[in-house]
């Protein structure tokens, strides 16, 4: 209970210092977790449109032995234009995640996604 308390305290406490980034994270990454994928995303805005990034992982043809134990993506655009992160499938307990990144109207994507596993 108190480890919950202090994780929502410190997401709070991140969100305020970022103001209005969101990053999301899923699952749990233990300082044990082995880093699987790491992958730097950006994409430029687009005038009048939502730009929507799918990440996969592992990717098409790919295999993973591992099973996901956490997932982080980190909003890296600090100034309220940034986008948002959702599993559309797979994610902790599978071997396999597909992420969609979305951003807001006209703006574009700057994330840090990180894929943690056993
Ligand atoms: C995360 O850890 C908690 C407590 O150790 C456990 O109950 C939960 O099942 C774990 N979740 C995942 C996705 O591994
Ligand atoms: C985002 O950027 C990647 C890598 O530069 C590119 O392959 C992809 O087509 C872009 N997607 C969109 C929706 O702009
Ligand atoms: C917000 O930050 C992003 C990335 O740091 C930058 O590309 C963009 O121009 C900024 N937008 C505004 C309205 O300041």
Redesign the pocket.
């Known amino acids: 209970m108190l480890k919950l308390r202090l994780t929502a305290l410190t997401a709070l406490a991140c969100l305020a210092a970022t103001s209005y980034a969101i990053s999301s994270t899923w ?2 990454i233990s300082n044990s977790a082995q880093l699987l994928h790491a992958e730097q995303v950006f994409n430029a805005s687009s005038p009048e449109k939502y730009v929507n990034r799918e990440i996969k992982f592992p990717k098409n043809g790919v295999g993973n032995g591992r099973i996901i ?1 956490g997932i982080r993506a980190f909003d890296q655009v600090t100034n309220g234009t940034g986008g948002h992160a959702t599993i559309y499938s797979g994610g ?2 599978f071997n396999f995640v597909t992420l969609q990144l979305q951003s807001q109207y006209n703006y574009g994507l700057m994330f840090h996604v990180e894929i943690y596993g056993k």
């Open positions: 699952g749990n134990t902790p307990g």
